[in-house]
């Protein structure tokens, strides 16, 4: 059950400087713009967007892998930025995208999903029996404990990535596009055993996917992010039923459909992803909005409440 939030994004910037050719200067490239969210209490959010909309900065400044220009990252009512490694593996863990390069290939299942408990010090008979216990909850039989990752399944492997985030017990997954490097046979399984360890765990899920299919099925709520900004976020089912932005539709409008003869999708918007070193004015989606009117060009909207939804578009109300 959600009681309270357990990881608080407030306002928080990543801005990279950016060399301009051999002989050019630099500029200020920023991939995250006063991003702000949070995540209850045993809830999962989906996290969307297209390439290099920031997705993939703001999932490293969560697990820790990098620091925020600007902003707070609250966890568990701590400071992240405060928070010693240690305890920071026992709060937060990720589980990433391609489950071959994310392990060891010389080192056998066991060793890989019992390392963050031989660094923290526990026994080897106590390692050893949280690891067959962890196998068990992730659906691998125990004798997988002995195999290298080479000798595993695409499946196989990402349960060991999702055992060895969990052996920490920690409060938080961060998953990062967790089936898309999967058969798609496969990838419903993983998914299924993410909402099973969810709900015996009451761990909280971030899911950073550009598959609006898996966001669907997982989460249940939205943060639609472009070039950096939040520009909607909402309940799935009204997001998914009502969505208010231009770009949110866009997105929507591109998912395949399961009805025959429905044909390939197309995205509703013009031209091609704007270069986040020269974004644009107003509103950064307008460029390739179908309804922007001049304010958009030179007002850039704040992410305003419209019911239980909120969206930065000034033609949303």
Known sequence: MKTHSLLSVSRVRKTYSVKQGLFGGRLPLHALSDVSFHIDEGEAVGLVGESGCGKSTLAKILLGLLEPSAGDVMISGQDLRRVRPSQRARLVQPVFQDPYSSLNPRKRVARIVGLPLELAGMSRDERQRRVMEILDHVGLPRHAANAYPSQLSGGQRQRVAIARALISRPRVLICDEPTSALDVSVQSQILNLLQDL????????????????????????????????????????????????????????????THPGSGLPMIDAKWDFPNPIAPPTGCPFHPRCSIAVQRCSTERPDLAQYGGQHCACHLAG
């Open 198 to 257: 969810r709900s015996e765990f009451n761990l909280s899920l971030l899911i950073v996917s550009h598959d609006l299919s898996v966001i669907r099925h997982m989460a249940d709520r939205v943060v639609v992010m472009y070039l950096g900004r939040v520009v909607e976020e909402a309940d799935t089912s009204s997001l998914f039923e009502s969505a208010l932005h231009p770009y949110t539709k866009a997105l929507l409008s591109a998912n395949l459909s």
